[in-house]
T-cell receptor
Framework: ETGVTQTPRHLVMGMTNKKSLKCEQHLGHNAMYWYKQSAKKPLELMFVYNFKEQTENNSVPSRFSPECPNSSHLFLHLHTLQPEDSALYLC???????????????FGDGTRLSIL | SQQGEEDPQALSIQEGENATMNCSYKTSINNLQWYRQNSGRGLVHLILIRSNEREKHSGRLRVTLDTSKKSSSLLITASRAADTASYFCATVPANQAGTALIFGKGTTLSVSS
């Protein structure tokens, strides 16, 4: 396994629901990332955290709210989503951002989100 | 904006054959990485090549980088059915604020036995 665990693996929700995606890494990394993967589109970076501090928000709508309580856990809180938000949401981690350009990222298997 | 673009979009070969995938990018880079994604799974890092390197090997994988042409290729030799997956290149642009890996849309490789 990759050492990055995402739950749930699948989630179906209505547009008015509130739900959360969870990511946990067991690699001792300090940087964590949320990506969105839609069909026929490149992977899109959403948020980056380094040592629990958010360092990047890639113009993500406020209906997505990230939380990083510690270096091992990352959440993505969802509310009032739109049908176009249906996608695979991937979490990744790397050692930290000091050597970020030359570090590989380790990905979880994602949460397949469907908005009704 | 999209930095890397893989070619071809899809590739079908027989087991034992070699598979070559190409990646082109637009701006100067710090390094280029290749990832594999099996259906329904996350991405797995395969290999990283720095901008001052020209070729790198890892098992059956061979990656080349031509910074003058802003392109890279991934060669998988003696392919196996288990190599069936999508392959993505990701670049780290030089002199860019932030840490974003910029991914292409990927090449879907099908290896039939």
């Amino acid at each position: 396994e990759t050492g990055v665990t995402q739950t749930p693996r699948h989630l179906v929700m209505g547009m008015t629901n509130k739900k959360s995606l969870k990511c946990e890494q067991h690699l001792g990394h300090n940087a964590m990332y949320w990506y969105k993967q839609s069909a026929k589109k490149p992977l899109e970076l959403m948020f980056v955290y380094n040592f629990k501090e958010q360092t990047e928000n890639n113009s993500v709508p406020s209906r997505f709210s990230p939380e990083c309580p510690n270096s091992s856990h990352l959440f993505l809180h969802l509310h009032t989503l739109q049908p176009e938000d249906s996608a695979l949401y991937l979490c990744a981690s790397s050692q930290d951002l000091s050597g970020a350009p030359n570090q590989p990222q380790h990905f979880g298997d994602g949460t397949r989100l469907s908005i009704l | 904006s999209q930095q890397g673009e893989e070619d071809p979009q899809a590739l079908s070969i027989q087991e034992g054959e070699n598979a070559t995938m190409n990646c082109s990018y637009k701006t100067s880079i710090n390094n280029l990485q290749w990832y594999r994604q099996n259906s329904g799974r996350g991405l797995v890092h395969l290999i990283l090549i720095r901008s001052n390197e020209r070729e790198k090997h890892s098992g059956r994988l061979r990656v080349t980088l031509d910074t003058s042409k802003k392109s890279s290729s991934l060669l998988i030799t003696a392919s196996r059915a288990a190599d069936t997956a999508s392959y993505f290149c990701a670049t780290v642009p030089a002199n860019q604020a932030g840490t974003a890996l910029i991914f292409g849309k990927g090449t879907t490789l099908s290896v039939s036995s």
